[in-house]
């Protein structure tokens, strides 16, 4: 996954890198490099995999469980 097809995830679910960071568990550091064009960071399977799952009203829920 590109950080292009990454952002465009996040952008379809209207989440802000910061609410992924939380909603993944992760630093938002690690969500900014996988973001980022410009860092060599590869974005995990796991990631890729996930993405493509989630739909708005999932996110919202887990989110509001959070």
Known sequence: ???RQFRQHLDRLGLTQA????????DIRTVK??????DPCVVPRTIEILL????V???RALLATA
């Open 1 to 3: 996954m590109t950080a």
């Open 19 to 26: 609410a992924f960071a939380q909603l993944v568990a992760v």
């Open 33 to 38: 490099r996988w973001a980022s064009p410009d």
């Open 52 to 55: 493509p799952l989630l739909s």
């Open 57 to 59: 009203a999932k996110v």
